[in-house]
Structures are given as C-alpha cells and as structure tokens.
C-alpha cells in the first residue's frame, strides 16, 4: 500500500522560511517523479515544483523561483521543498505526489493529473 505523508506546515509571518518534508512508503522511490502542489480556498489545485526521479532536473512555477526550492533524499525515500521569503498569497494546503511518467524540459510536471499518488497534505499559513 503506498502512502505519501507531508509534514512541516505552519503559521509563519510574511518573509519567512519553511522547510516541508514529504515521505513516501510502499512504492519505489526512485522510479517516480515527485511535485509540490498548493491550493488555496476557492482556487484550482496549482503545481509548484517538481523534481526529477535522479533529482537531476527541477522546475518550478513562475511565481516561486528564486524563493522555493525542491530536492529529494533517496535514501530517506523523502521529498523537501524549502520555502523562502513566505508571502500572505503563498498561503494554502501543500501536497506532495508521485509521478511514474518521465520529467522532460518538454514535460515539466506542474500539471496534477499526471501524478499517480497524493499526500494529505500540510497547511501553510502567512500572516503579514
């Protein structure tokens, strides 16, 4: 049975920093690309960053680069992203998921339906 847990959530004031940790069990690991998702209330589930299976490829949405920054520990079988900078928009729920397809410059993997395990997720909360 695969499960996917995310932790690191919180309550943080604007310019912030959050490290969310994302652990998956019952799959193997390296044979999945693996994303950050966020949604906020009333809005489309958005993708933030994905990373590729050898960890060598990254991508991320517009309006996190340079302040959000993904990796992945394959011998913890756990996934990161370092959050920076934290702005009041950034607040939502973070989900991790898994992937088996193949992260390409012409497939970046920001798209959820492309992700074949979800996480609960984990809160993420900015005041300003």
């Known amino acids: 049975q695969v499960q996917v847990v995310e932790s690191g959530g919180g309550l943080v004031q604007a310019g912030g920093s959050l490290r969310l940790s994302c652990t998956a069990s019952?799959?193997?690991?390296?044979?999945?690309?693996m994303g950050w998702f966020r949604q906020a209330p009333g809005k489309e589930r958005e993708g933030v960053a994905c990373?590729?299976?050898?960890?060598?490829?990254?991508y991320y949405t517009s309006s996190v680069k340079g302040r959000f920054t993904i990796s992945r520990d394959s011998a913890k079988n756990t996934l990161y992203l370092q959050i920076a900078s934290l702005k009041p928009e950034d607040t939502a729920m973070y989900y991790c998921?898994?992937?088996?397809?193949?992260?390409?410059?012409?497939?970046?993997?920001?798209?959820?339906?492309?992700?074949?395990?979800w996480g609960q997720g984990t809160q993420v909360t900015v005041s300003s």
């Open positions: 019952g799959l193997t690991f390296d044979d999945y690309a």
């Open positions: 990373i590729s299976r050898s960890g060598g490829l990254t």
């Open positions: 998921a898994a992937g088996s397809f193949l992260l390409a410059p012409w497939n970046r993997g920001l798209a959820p339906g492309q992700y074949n395990y």
